[in-house]
């Protein structure tokens, strides 16, 4: 099997154009990763990597996540701290639009439509760099509001020039956001894969020394203190772990239904065009990683909320809240369960319209066999897309709690509790098959074998 991908992998090579493409891309992963590195002039990355290797024992929290997505820029006090996340926020609140606005909704119908649409997500990022680049300048300048008490003072500027320093903090944030938007529309159109996607990706595996060092810390730890895990226990127990989460992962991703469409034979004008069977695939998790993503971000403010509440007003409730609401406490994993659910079906039902595919299919003599067209076909994909979404969010709920369990309840270091499931493990599984298929896609065309040709899912969900 090794031989037949290190085989498969040479052969990559051996095609100049895909050849061109792979180098590319990895020549501009390269450069953004550069980006998460350069750090913001007058202030102190130190006290930023302090703050976050002490919180590597205690929980990743709103700026854990945030850094997790920004590729480590966060915590070097990089101009990239913004990453790719306004891109991404402006391309999800615009697809949300055109499934509630008429007027969007039609102007991704028409030609070049989904031109204009692309200009009005790029014109929205600009905006929310510039918020987000605003509220980060300003929390480096009151550091003890977002990061806590014990940081520090982060600005190294003086008083009298800090107006200097939010002007460039934030011109230089957004600038770094908008080159990184730039560089992966190039790796989509000129290099291989999706290029917002693997910019995310390329920002999480670089996470990866770390999860060796925390690793390395469990079983050997330094100073000759013995060790509170055993190779043989615990780290077989990951081991094992580690290859069913990457595996569920694969199946759910690759998982879809496929639902029969018969097309008659029919004439448009002169022209008579054969009827046909083919098949629509549903997929089981169609939302991706958004229910996570969704509910995380959510959850994160009435914790923080309730807590500034009990400090202000000392009421014993809104402590209590604050401390049932605490990430791995049974109140929050309830919380963030039946949110991932309920994000699920939200997602289906703003970007999965049923009513569209079945007027379509009517209009090109399409029919599902069994099934009235129409309101009938409406109604069965609806029916469809119900059952196979609530096997996709079980899943996604499974995998977004292992982690908080082997961090909360086991101890592991949350460094190495972020691989074995959640947004991490989901984004890069994703990706990345995604990038083997479009590989596999021009080594087939030149008649070399591919990737996932005995790998592929199959079979009925």
């Not at 070097?76 to 969007?104: E, K, N």
């Not at 029969?260 to 991706?288: D, E």
């Not at 049974?330 to 999965?352: E, G, K, R």
């Not at 972020?418 to 994703?430: K, N, R």
Request: aromatic share 12%; charged share 15%.
């Amino acid at each position: 099997m090794f031989r037949s991908i290190y085989n498969t992998f040479v052969n990559c090579f051996k095609i100049p154009e895909l050849k061109s493409r792979i180098l590319f891309t990895f020549g501009i992963l390269a450069v953004c990763r550069v980006i998460s590195f350069i750090r913001i002039p007058g202030l102190s990355g130190t006290a930023l990597s302090n703050y976050y290797n002490g919180q590597s024992n205690a929980g990743g929290g709103l700026m854990g996540m945030y850094n997790l997505f920004a590729g480590g820029a966060l915590e070097h006090g990089a101009i990239g701290t913004l990453g790719i996340m306004p891109y991404i926020s402006a391309t999800i609140i615009i697809q949300l639009l055109t499934a509630v606005w008429p007027r969007l909704s039609k102007l991704a119908r028409e030609d070049g439509g989904r031109t204009k649409i692309i200009q009005y997500s790029r014109y929205l990022t600009v905006l929310l760099c510039l918020i987000q680049g605003l509220v980060f300048a300003i929390g480096f300048e009151n550091p003890d509001k977002i990061f806590g008490p014990n940081i520090g003072r982060l600005v190294l500027f003086s008083d009298d020039h800090m107006w200097w320093f939010l002007v460039q903090a934030v011109l230089l944030m957004t600038t770094a956001s908008m080159l990184l938007m730039w560089l992966g529309e190039q790796i989509t159109e000129r290099g291989i894969g999706n290029g917002v996607s693997l910019i995310i990706t390329i920002g999480i595996v670089a996470r990866l020394p770390k999860m060796f060092t925390g690793l390395h810390d469990m079983f050997i730890p330094a100073g000759g203190i013995e060790a509170s895990y055993h190779v043989m226990g615990t780290g077989l127990l990951l081991v094992i772990l580690l290859a069913i989460v990457i595996a569920g992962v694969i199946a759910i991703t690759q998982a879809q239904r496929k639902i029969p469409v018969q097309y008659a034979q029919r004439a448009v004008g002169r022209k008579m065009y054969a009827g046909g069977t083919s098949f629509m695939p549903l997929k089981v998790n169609y939302a991706g990683v958004m229910p996570i993503i969704f509910a995380q971000s959510i959850l994160m403010f009435p914790q923080k909320i309730f807590l500034i509440l009990d400090q202000r007003f000392n009421i014993a409730f809104f402590g209590d809240i604050a401390r049932a609401l605490n990430e791995g406490a049974l109140l929050y994993l309830s919380l963030y369960a039946l949110m991932i659910l309920f994000f699920s079906y939200f997602w289906v039902a703003t970007q999965f319209n049923e009513l569209q595919i079945a007027d379509d299919l009517k209009k090109n003599g399409g029919y599902i066999p069994g099934v009235r067209p129409g309101q009938g076909t409406s109604d069965y994909l609806h029916k469809a897309m119900t059952r196979i979404t609530f096997a996709g969010a079980l899943f996604l709920t499974v995998i977004a709690t292992i982690p908080i369990i082997l961090f909360k309840e086991l101890g592991i270091p949350y460094d190495v509790a972020t691989f074995f499931g959640g947004t991490s493990i989901l984004i890069a599984v994703g990706v990345l098959l995604d990038t083997m298929r479009q590989m596999e896609s021009h080594l087939m065309m030149r008649h070399y074998d591919g990737f996932l040709k005995k790998g592929r899912v199959r079979g009925r969900f």
